[in-house]
């Protein structure tokens, strides 16, 4: 980020790239915290992950605030408009990752009140591993500046949809094998298609930290193939 001769303008853009450091820990917290809750069927966890998602809100609207006003009042040009423009994107999809994960923690509930065991989530515990890493990584790259980190990034998304197909096949195998698993495993259907889609808003946080970095677009993304429609399909 370029410097200014008005001391206040960097001060400025630098607090709105910190509210974007701050998002991203969150995210990753939230993420975290609801895979645990929902392995571990802590409920007590698992509201604590729908509360933060009030917090997450305020800071998204503290950041639209602050980089609109940055807009009218500063007029910035070419990289410095970039940055603020990609950080208002990203914070966009940073607060849709805290939705997923309070998502993912009002099941909780009921997936701990059902006779099935744990075990059925262990699948999705392994899949939340490759998007938390991606949570967190996407933001460290950011910070850094990582062009080619955040261009290797985006293209990971396709690991996490492999995984999510493989979840879905090995769900759906238990809910066949022993209908008393069907409620349970519903529920983490849900939870492993919230994670697939915590994956794709990372996929688009890369984009516009690229292009923030670069000036750049990147190419056209792949097209998303649903695999678990093939998957129920051939059964």
């Known amino acids: 980020m370029s410097k200014h001769t008005v001391t206040s303008f960097d001060e400025e853009l630098t607090h709105i790239d910190r509210l974007i450091r701050d998002m991203g820990d969150l995210a990753g917290s939230m993420v975290g ?7 571990l069927s802590d409920n007590a966890l698992a509201q ?7 917090i997450m809100d305020a800071r998204q609207r503290e950041l ?8 009218g009042k500063r ?21 849709r990752i805290g939705d997923l994960a309070k ?4 099941r909780v509930s009921a997936v701990g009140q059902s006779a099935a065991p744990i075990k059925l989530a262990h699948g999705i515990e392994g899949m939340s591993e490759m998007v938390l890493g991606q949570v967190r990584g996407v933001i460290e790259l950011y910070s850094a500046r990582d062009a080619d980190g955040l261009k290797a990034l985006r293209t990971d998304d396709e690991k996490i949809d492999v995984k999510y197909t493989a979840v879905f096949r090995e769900l759906l195998t238990y809910m066949m094998e022993d209908p008393r698993n069907i ?3 519903t529920h983490l259907l849900f939870c492993a298609k919230n ?7 990372v996929t ?5 930290a690229y292009y923030v970095v670069t000036g750049e677009q990147l190419p056209v993304s792949r097209p998303k193939i649903d695999e678990t429609t093939l998957s129920v399909l051939a059964q």
């Open 33 to 39: 915290a609801a895979i645990r809750s929902l392995v």
């Open 48 to 54: 604590r992950v729908i509360s933060d998602d009030v």
């Open 64 to 71: 639209d605030d602050r980089a609109i006003t940055l807009i």
């Open 75 to 95: 007029q910035p040009m070419a990289q410095d408009l970039r940055a603020v423009v990609g950080a208002i994107c990203m914070a966009g999809d940073l607060e």
């Open 103 to 106: 998502n993912i923690a009002k």
């Open 183 to 185: 409620t349970t495993c």
């Open 195 to 201: 994670l697939e889609r915590i994956g794709d808003h």
């Open 204 to 208: 688009n946080i890369a984009e516009n």
